[in-house]
């Protein structure tokens, strides 16, 4: 019987090292789940099955954690929790807050300073008493009532000790037009930090991802405005995040025929009704979710000409009439 040679010896101990490794199980993991009132989900790519599903279900966990921190639908969430207290208290007894509370709030007044208002998380003053599901939508009376108490400056942070007072009673925090953009953002960390090289994580209309997609661009996908199906502008990413507004998450058609969505003008308290969707490009989900929200608002000459005065940003609008709008760094050659 022959024998093996020396190095068909070590050729089959170096087969057998790699399959014990798990290096040939390296696999693709996609998970999705329903989290912060939309879907959120995970694709990521790791030389170990059992592991990647690990981290897939870490990111998970971690969507819920700040699900039940900041959403305004649980009361036991620190953002109800402030909501409650933080309108009685004054300068001399301010509230105190987490460190990550104090960072998303600090992040929020400044787009507020930046837009001039245009992105307010005290919209929710107001915008609490619209139900999109019963379409209903608050009253004359107390949109003349509230409209006073939805104003950034009313909500007093002292960044340093960790502390926030409303200056007005009947103000009220929603963090919907930042939060997922940060919960993706601390997603994509997380996933970093553990050696993942290529994955993408969305949370309804604000995605991340992490390196390319193997040697090809992730392609995030911006939808069809107004309802109609399919895909209306594909968008090749790689180490990016993108966050999309759109008129068409939450709405309802009153009486009248007018579309009456989620996104509210802070000045009015009535939907925003120039734009039906908004795309930023970024680097960071934190800011692409609070200039889509932003843009949308501001409207497309305004916004563009704030995209165009962000280096790191580009925007892709479409009007209610079916326009698309470019910001000069994506707008093609005249």
């Known amino acids: 019987m022959r024998r093996a040679t020396p190095c068909f010896a070590r050729l089959v101990v170096s087969l057998a090292l790699l399959l014990s490794s798990g290096a040939v199980h390296a696999?693709?993991?996609?998970?999705?789940?329903?989290?912060?009132?939309?879907?959120?989900?995970?694709?990521?790519?790791?030389?170990?099955?059992?592991?990647?599903?690990?981290?897939?279900?870490?990111?998970?966990?971690?969507?819920?954690?700040?699900?039940?921190?900041y959403s305004p639908y649980q009361e036991s969430s620190e953002l109800s929790q402030m909501n409650r207290l933080a309108p009685e208290r004054d300068a001399a007894h301010p509230l105190n807050i987490s460190p990550e509370m104090t960072r998303l709030l600090d992040k929020s007044l400044y787009y507020g300073r930046l837009?001039?208002?245009?992105?307010?998380?005290?919209?929710?003053?107001?915008?609490?008493?619209?139900?999109?599901?019963?379409?209903?939508?608050?009253?004359?009376?107390?949109?003349?009532?509230?409209?006073?108490?939805?104003?950034?400056?009313?909500?007093?942070?002292?960044?340093?000790?960790?502390?926030?007072?409303?200056?007005?009673?009947?103000?009220?925090?929603?963090?919907?037009?930042?939060?997922?953009?940060?919960?993706?953002?601390?997603?994509?960390?997380?996933?970093?930090?553990?050696?993942?090289?290529?994955?993408?994580?969305?949370?309804?209309?604000?995605?991340?991802?992490?390196?390319?997609?193997?040697?090809?661009?992730?392609?995030?996908g911006i939808k069809q405005p107004r309802g109609e199906e399919g895909v209306a502008i594909k968008v090749p990413l790689s180490d990016a995040a993108i966050s999309t507004s759109g008129d068409y998450e939450r709405y309802f058609i009153d009486a009248e025929g007018e579309w009456i969505h989620h996104i509210i003008n802070p000045r009015t308290g009535k939907s925003s009704d120039e734009l039906a969707s908004v795309s930023i490009i970024?680097?960071?989900?934190?800011?692409?979710?609070?200039?889509?929200?932003?843009?949308?608002?501001?409207?497309?000459?305004k916004g563009l000409t704030l995209i165009d005065q962000l280096p790191a940003f580009d925007a892709i609008l479409i009007t209610r009439a079916g326009k698309v709008r470019y910001s000069s760094g994506l707008a093609p050659p005249e």
Not at 33 to 62: C, F, K
Not at 282 to 301: E, H, I, K, Q, R
């Open 27 to 69: 696999v693709w993991v996609n998970d999705e789940q329903a989290i912060m009132g939309t879907r959120v989900s995970v694709t990521l790519w790791h030389d170990d099955a059992a592991r990647a599903e690990q981290l897939a279900a870490q990111v998970m966990s971690e969507m819920r954690r700040i699900d039940a921190t």
């Open 282 to 301: 970024g680097p960071d989900g934190f800011d692409t979710d609070a200039l889509s929200t932003s843009v949308f608002v501001l409207g497309a000459d």
């Open 115 to 220: 837009t001039d208002g245009a992105f307010d998380i005290t919209f929710a003053s107001l915008a609490r008493y619209y139900d999109y599901r019963a379409g209903k939508q608050p009253s004359e009376a107390q949109r003349e009532h509230l409209l006073p108490a939805i104003d950034y400056q009313h909500v007093v942070l002292d960044k340093s000790a960790h502390t926030v007072y409303y200056a007005a009673p009947e103000v009220y925090v929603d963090l919907g037009g930042i939060a997922k953009g940060y919960a993706v953002d601390r997603a994509i960390a997380l996933l970093r930090e553990a050696g993942v090289q290529h994955a993408s994580v969305s949370a309804g209309g604000d995605s991340r991802v992490l390196g390319d997609r193997r040697g090809r661009p992730w392609v995030v």
